[in-house]
Every structure is written in structure tokens, then in C-alpha cells.
């Protein structure tokens, strides 16, 4: 809350506001005048960040304001966007999705879901209620373009797809980073503010760090060891390392040994996978992959950590499987030092140990090419297909809901997909922006700026490597003809379900009653046997939303369980803690999060026992020319930061990095523009030669291709980059999760004009 009345005009205050620009989650104090933020720094007092920010957290105040963001709805007219109110834009949702939904069934309407979802309260609060409330199997969402490798190794191990053990960064004493580059992008699947720092610390206190990864990235130089592997062999090398596991008797399940099956029958897995077998398809001696699998198992404490580089790339599934895999034989899952499961404030109530339903791919299947769904979802790689391609039976994606994506940019073959949402009966966009992919739509409903939000993580708190709990409230009013995500989002459930016009605060109602109704059904509830009315009665906030969290955290992990525990937590009680409340270290929580039918941890389950032949078929494959990986910048995001002049220039450009004998032999220039080919596409970048990336591997940012025409991001126009995902086709997946590969893929370089 402001400390002074921002109404005040020329009044400073300051306000505390988590930051949403990444996975850390950082403390802001932001410095409020009138109604626009001025400044921004790290919160020392947060309980979690302890006052670290990075570049991007200090440009919060311009990227709040940037006066490109869309301020009014707008609505399709004679084929042009235009402002409109806000009940003209939902009467238009309402209008063009229910006619799809009646004349094509609930299929027909895509529901795409991009990556600031996580990072908001609507997006968390909302896109359930809708996807249950349309019934449509058509989600893609940017899972599929990053760690549902993840979500189904773990669906797999233990029963529960959001059960993601994270790496204890302030205890481990060696830590094995696959494929990720925190220094850049602040962590991913293991939410820390300053990973930096802790990663120095780990150093600082005699534990080791190495790093794998192609490229030599600013957290590869920080290492005591960087293999730089080749991409997309992941799998292969960590195979190998349980085998040396196996082979050595380095197996050491400790604590673990009563809640894991199938030990033997993994190591008769990977036995063909010997370092020697994989050393040639990796380029990393045989040596050193059995020096690796010998220092994680000599480690007093150690964790694997495997992110984008691991995920996005042929065999993601089976590397996700294979990082826990190490984790589990070296007894370092769930111990302090190595990978535990965090226990958020928003869980739902712990329920006791035992059997549970197990976790199921495949429940249904794309309409076009038969791709299984993995968590609800299909691949967002074929989404393209699934609107423009008609089949015997089942309809097209005929209307779109897009909330906080750019898949135009963000997934492959981006130019085809611009062509498919063109096509669409029916499109609308929650969006800031009129960008690449919101052009496209019939309606576009603007969320305010971050200031103008409350924040709380439901979804980073569950991946945070300190259990904590934070809530602001929105450091600023919203500003007139405003209205709050949350209420946007209810407002589309209502409009996208037949129930237009409908107070949207019945939305949350119809939630609270339905969970407060099942939580006194649960033996294990602090709450069973209550009357759901008295206890929504109870509930305290300012609006739904906020009803909606004081429940949460009430039948939650530690809460007051509507009165039945003393000191629980309770809205109320975070509001009185502006900085947060600490909730400790993470600490062994097994067998209690695991919900397999065994009970157990399933080590070898049937779908990687399937996919395992296509791994063995890869020691013998090597592709003859130069494959393509990418990078992030540590002021960039995704694709919509670069219109904000503070946050481009510099070294954020959207360059091809080439090794300098490679730029040799095929006689390229610094600077020099080249044709980079691949299977969806061509485009023409500068080459930036540099011996960051290993030889035969090229690398070039995504987000970048801000030159279509009808978008309004004037800063990112001038610069405007290509889209590295226009070289992709589509047709390059993870089978098991339909993740799209992004990294390691052929490429060819031919000369080119300027572009
Ligand atoms: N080649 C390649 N491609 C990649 C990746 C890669 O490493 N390489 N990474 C992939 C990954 S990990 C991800 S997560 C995806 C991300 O891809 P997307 O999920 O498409 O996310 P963004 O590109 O960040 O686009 C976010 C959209 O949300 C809008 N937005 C911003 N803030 C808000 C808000 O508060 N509310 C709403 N409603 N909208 C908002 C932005 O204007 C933008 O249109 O990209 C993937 N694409
Ligand atoms: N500054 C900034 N921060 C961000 C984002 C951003 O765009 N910019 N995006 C956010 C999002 S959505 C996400 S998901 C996270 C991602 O967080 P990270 O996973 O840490 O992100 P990257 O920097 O893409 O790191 C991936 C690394 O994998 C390497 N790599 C590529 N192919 C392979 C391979 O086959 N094997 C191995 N071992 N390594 C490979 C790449 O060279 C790269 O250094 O970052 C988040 N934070
Ligand atoms: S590290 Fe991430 S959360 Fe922290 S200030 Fe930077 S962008 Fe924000
Ligand atoms: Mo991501």
C-alpha cells in the first residue's frame, strides 16, 4: 500500500509491489508521484529477495508506462480495430463465441494461454473456471514451448504433474545446471531472487558448480566446470551417468529406498548407454562423463537442475526423467542440499500418504495430426494445423481466446500461424498490446499495468527455494475506463459460457462455494464437517479475488483453518506483513506428495520404457552441418520487452552468434548479414562472431520480428529483429509432451544482401 495518498497530485510515496517481470519474484519498493511510478529498488526488508533487482525490476516504472500499452478496448469494425467501451467489447466476446460453441461444439474454441499468465493473479484465478466452464480440449498453452517435459516426468515419477522438486541453492554442496542460464534469465522452475549470488555462495562455501551448456554463457565462466555438450544430447549424457551409477555401485537411495520401485530394472535401461557408447554423440569425453556421475555421487549433498536447454529439445521428457533419476539414485531427492518439493501457502491441504490416481498422457489426442495431450494440453506447435486444416471428423479451431500470449512470435512457423488466426471466425486477445498476434483479433481487452494489479505467485511459490508468502495490493488506483485483469477475466468466463451480462463477482462465488463445499467432504481438512456458508461467511478482502486468496490460504498448508489453528495464516495476517512472511528452508516432504497408484516413486514407468528405443537410436545419429540453439538477455523477456528504450540497445540484439572457424571457413563477416535456413523458413541476421558458442553451433534470440504491419509497438518497430521460430516447421517434438523443439535444430547459413 502507498504510504502517502498517491491521489495527492505531486504527493511521492512508496509502495511495495513484487516483481512480475520474471521468476524470481523480487520485492520492489516502487517510488509513486501522482499515480505513475517514477522508481524502483529492491525491497531490503522483503522476507524472500532481501533486496535484489536486476536491470529489468529497475525499469518497472517505464515498462508500466509505456505509452504504447492499449488504455480502451478495441473492438473489429468494418474489418478495423477500433475503441469501444467495455460492454460493446464483452456483448462482441459474447457474440462471436457462443455461435461457434453452439454450431461446432466446445472444441472449436482454442484456448491459448501464454507465459504472463504465471505471473499475474488473473491468470491463475481464471483460466480454470473458463476451460471447465467452455469444456474445450483445446488448449495450448507456453508449457508446450518449455517444461511440459517436466510436468510429465514428474506426472510419471510421482503420480502428480505439478510436483517439481527444486534444487536447495542456499544448502547444496554441488550443483549440476543442464541447459539453463540463470545469470541471464534469473532461474526458471526454481524460483530465487539473486541465483547469482547463490550461486557465488555455493562457491563462497566450497561447493562446486557445473554447467552444460553449448554455449559458454556468463553461469558457464562461473563454473568449476563447463562441458559445452552438443546440442540436443542431453539425454544421451545423463544416461550415461546413471549407468556409471549402475556399473560402479555409486547407488545410494537412502532415505529414499522405501518409497522408490524399479532400481534394477533402470540400471538394466540404460545399460547400452555406456560413456563410451555416448561420448562421441555428445562430444564430451567418456572421462568426463564418468568423472561427473562420480563427483554427484561423492557429493555430500548434491543437486541436478536441468532447464530450457534441457526441455525444448528431442528427447526433453526422458532428460527431465533422467535429472530426477540422478537425483533420486544419489539419495539427494527431497534432503536438504539436494532437490525437495516445495510446500506453498496456496497448496491445496496436504492429504495423507498413500496410493493415489497416477498421472495419464494421451486421454485424447490432436485432431490432425494425433498428437497425445500431456496435462489437458495439445502441442502450441500444432496449433496452426488444428485451425487450418480441416479432417473427416471433428471441427477446425474456428474462434480463438487468447490470454497474455504471442505465439506468433513465440512458437514455430510463425508466418503460418499469422495466416491461421487471420482465417479465425472469432478472435479475442487480453493483451497490453496490439502486437503480432493480438492484430489478429476481433476484440482486444487491455489489462492495466502491473501498478495498477495486486500481485500474489500462486504459481512461482511452488517452485521457490524458500517457503514464503507475499501479497500487494495495487501500489496505484486503477486509472479511469481501467478495469482489473481479474474482473476482464471473469467477465470472459461469463461471456464465453452463456452467462453474459452476469455480475462477475458470481464467478467467484460459484468457486469458493464449490471448494469450501468439497474441502468439509475431506477427512483431512482443517475444515471438515464445517458448513460451507458459515465459512465463506468468514472470508475476508476487498473483492473475489481477494476472498479467493483468504480462502486458500486459510484451508492451506499453514493456515488458520478458519479458526481451528492459532496463528495460521489468514489474508488478514499477510496484510499486516507487507515484506512477506517466511515460512522456512524447504524440508523432506516424502512419501506424503506422491500420487502414483503404487504409492511410490514409479522410477521406470511404461511411457519412458517407450520412448527409450528412439533414445538408443540417437548414439548413432550426428547431424552433418551447424544446428541452431538460442539465448536470452538479461533485460529482455519473451517477446514483449522491447519496446521500452531503457530495456534494448546494447548488447540485447537480435544477433547470430557464429564461431569464429566456422565464420572462417564459410567466410563470414562480423556484422555481416547471413541467410539462416532451416525447415520452416528463412531470415537474414547480423553475425556476431564470438567463441561463446561451441563450433558447429549457431545462436540467435527469440521473441525478435517486430516488422508485421498493424501492430503498435513503435520502440520495438525501429529494431525490429527476426523471428527465430520462423525456421521452424512445426513438425519437431518431444513425443511425450509435445514440447516443440527450439534448441538444437539443423540450419544452414547462404550468403545474403543487407536485409
Ligand atoms: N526459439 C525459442 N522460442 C521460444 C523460447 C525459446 O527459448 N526459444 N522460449 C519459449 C518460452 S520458455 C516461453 S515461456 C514462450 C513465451 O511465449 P508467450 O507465452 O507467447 O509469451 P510472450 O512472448 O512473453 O508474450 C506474452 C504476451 O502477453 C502480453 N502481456 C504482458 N503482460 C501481460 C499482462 O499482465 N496480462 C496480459 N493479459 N498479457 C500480458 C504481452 O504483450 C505478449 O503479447 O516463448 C517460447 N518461445
Ligand atoms: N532475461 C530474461 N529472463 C527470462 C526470460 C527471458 O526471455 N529473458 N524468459 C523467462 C522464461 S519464460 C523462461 S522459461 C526462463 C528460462 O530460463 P533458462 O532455462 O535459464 O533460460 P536460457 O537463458 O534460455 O538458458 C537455456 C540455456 O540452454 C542452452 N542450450 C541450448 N540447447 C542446449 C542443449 O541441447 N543442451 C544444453 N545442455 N544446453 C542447451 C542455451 O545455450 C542456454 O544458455 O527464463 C525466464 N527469464
Ligand atoms: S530478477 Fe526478475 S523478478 Fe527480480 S527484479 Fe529482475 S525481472 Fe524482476
Ligand atoms: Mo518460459
Not at 515419477?157 to 527444486?166: C, K, Q, R
Request: with cysteine; proline share 9%; net charge negative.
Amino acid at each position: 500500500m502507498p504510504t502517502t495518498d498517491p491521489h495527492t497530485s505531486g504527493a511521492a510515496g512508496t509502495a511495495l509491489r513484487v516483481c512480475p517481470l520474471c521468476e524470481a519474484t523480487c520485492g520492489l519498493t516502487l517510488t509513486i508521484e501522482g499515480s505513475r511510478v517514477t522508481g524502483a529498488r529492491g525491497d531490503r526488508d522483503d522476507v524472500f529477495s532481501k533486496g535484489f533487482i536486476c536491470p529489468k525490476g529497475a525499469s518497472f516504472g517505464a515498462l508500466d508506462a509505456d505509452p504504447d500499452r492499449l488504455r480502451t478496448p478495441l473492438v473489429r469494425k468494418d474489418g478495423e480495430l477500433r475503441e469501444a467501451t467495455w460492454d460493446e467489447a464483452f456483448d462482441a466476446v459474447a457474440a462471436g463465441i457462443r455461435p461457434v460453441v453452439e454450431r461446432h461444439g466446445p472444441h472449436a474454441v482454442g484456448i491459448l494461454l501464454g507465459n504472463p499468465n504465471v505471473h499475474t493473479m488473473a491468470g491463475a484465478l481464471y483460466p480454470p473456471v473458463l476451460l471447465a466452464g467452455l469444456g474445450s480440449r483445446s488448449l495450448f498453452t507456453a508449457s508446450t514451448l518449455d517444461q511440459m517435459p517436466k510436468h510429465v516426468s514428474s506426472g510419471l515419477l510421482y503420480g502428480d504433474a505439478n510436483a517439481i522438486p527444486v534444487p536447495d541453492l542456499d544448502h547444496t554442496d554441488h550443483l549440476l545446471l543442464i541447459g539453463a542460464n540463470p545469470l541471464e534469465s534469473n532461474g526458471s522452475l526454481c524460483t530465487a531472487p539473486d541465483f547469482p549470488g547463490k550461486l557465488r555462495a555455493l562457491k563462497a562455501r566450497g561447493g562446486t558448480l557445473t554447467v552444460v551448456d553449448p554455449r559458454r554463457t556468463r553461469t558457464a565462466k562461473l563454473a568449476d566446470r563447463h562441458v559445452a555438450i552438443r546440442p540436443g544430447t542431453d539425454a544421451l549424457l545423463l544416461a550415461a551417468m546413471v549407468n556409471v551409477l549402475c556399473e560402479e555401485r555409486l547407488i545410494e537411495l537412502g532415505e529414499l529406498a522405501p518409497h522408490v520401485q524399479d532400481v534394477d530394472e533402470v540400471a538394466a535401461a540404460v545399460r547400452e548407454f555406456t560413456p563410451e557408447a555416448a561420448a562421441d554423440a555428445c562430444d564430451v569425453p567418456a572421462d568426463t562423463i564418468r568423472t561427473l556421475a562420480r563427483e554427484l555421487a561423492a557429493a555430500p549433498t548434491a543437486a541436478v537442475y536441468g532447464r530450457i536447454g534441457s526441455c525444448t529439445v528431442p528427447h526433453g521428457t526422458l532428460a527431465s526423467w533422467l535429472v530426477d533419476v540422478l537425483n533420486i539414485l544419489t539419495g539427494n531427492l527431497d534432503r536438504p542440499g539436494g532437490a525437495l518439493f516445495p510446500q506453498s501457502a496456496t497448496d491445496r491441504t496436504p492429504r495423507p500418504a498413500g496410493p493415489g490416481h497416477g498421472f495419464r498422457l494421451g486421454r485424447w489426442n490432436s485432431r490432425v495430426s494425433g498428437h497425445p495431450e500431456a496435462k489437458g494440453e495439445l502441442p502450441m506447435a500444432v496449433l496452426a494445423e488444428e485451425i487450418d486444416t480441416a479432417t473427416a471428423e471433428g471441427s477446425p479451431v474456428r474462434a480463438v481466446i487468447c490470454v497474455a500470449a504471442n505465439p506468433v512470435l513465440s512458437a514455430p512457423d510463425g508466418d503460418r500461424l499469422d495466416k491461421a488466426l487471420g482465417s479465425l471466425d472469432f478472435m479475442v486477445s487480453v493483451d497490453p498490446y496490439l502486437n503480432e498476434t493480438s492484430r489478429h483479433a476481433d476484440v482486444v481487452l487491455p489489462p492495466p499495468p502491473p501498478s495498477q494489479s495486486a500481485h500474489f505467485d500462486f504459481a512461482f511459490n511452488t517452485l521457490a527455494v524458500r517457503n514464503q508468502v507475499r501479497y500487494n495490493r495495487a501500489a496505484v488506483p486503477l486509472e479511469s475506463g481501467r478495469m482489473a485483469e481479474t474482473e476482464i477475466l471473469a467477465r470472459l468466463v461469463l461471456a464465453a459460457t452463456g452467462m453474459h451480462g452476469a455480475d462477475p463477482s458470481a464467478v467467484d462465488a460459484m468457486v469458493i462455494d464449490t471448494t469450501l463445499a468439497k474441502a468439509v467432504k475431506e477427512p483431512h481438512s482443517p475444515v471438515h464437517g464445517r458448513d460451507p456458508k458459515e465459512l465463506a461467511a468468514q472470508l475476508t478482502g476487498d473483492n473475489g479475488p481477494e476472498r479467493r486468496l483468504d480462502m486458500m490460504l486459510r484451508i492451506g498448508p499453514y493456515g488458520d483453518g478458519f479458526g481451528t489453528r492459532e496463528d495460521g495464516l489468514t489474508l488478514e495476517k499477510l496484510l499486516a506483513h507487507p515484506h512477506g512472511i517466511d515460512l522456512g528452508p524447504l524440508r523432506p516432504r516424502l512419501p506424503q506428495p506422491l500420487k502414483t497408484r503404487s504409492g511410490r516413486i514409479e522410477l521406470l514407468p511404461e511411457p519412458i520404457v517407450g520412448d527409450l528405443p528412439r533414445l538408443r537410436a540417437a548414439l548413432r545419429e550426428r547431424p552433418a552441418g551447424l544446428v541452431l540453439v538460442g539465448r536470452r538477455h538479461l533485460r529482455s523477456n519473451n517477446s514483449w520487452m522491447h519496446n521500452v528504450p531503457a530495456l534494448t540497445g546494447g548488447s540485447n540484439r537480435c544477433t547470430l552468434h557464429v564461431h569464429p572457424h566456422d565464420a572462417e571457413r564459410l567466410g563470414l563477416g562480423d556484422g555481416a548479414p547471413v541467410r539462416v535456413k532451416g525447415a520452416g523458413g528463412s531470415v537474414t541476421a547480423p553475425v556476431e562472431i564470438t567463441d561463446s558458442v561451441r563450433p558447429g553451433v549457431v545462436s540467435l534470440p527469440h521473441g525478435w520480428g517486430h516488422d508485421r504491419p498493424g501492430t503498435r509497438m513503435n520502440h520495438a518497430a525501429t529494431d525490429p529483429g527476426v523471428n527465430v521460430n520462423q525456421l521452424l516447421d512445426g513438425s519437431l517434438l518431444d513425443p511425450l509432451s509435445g514440447t516443440a523443439v527450439l534448441n538444437g535444430v539443423p540450419v544452414e547459413l547462404l550468403p545474403a544482401t543487407a536485409p
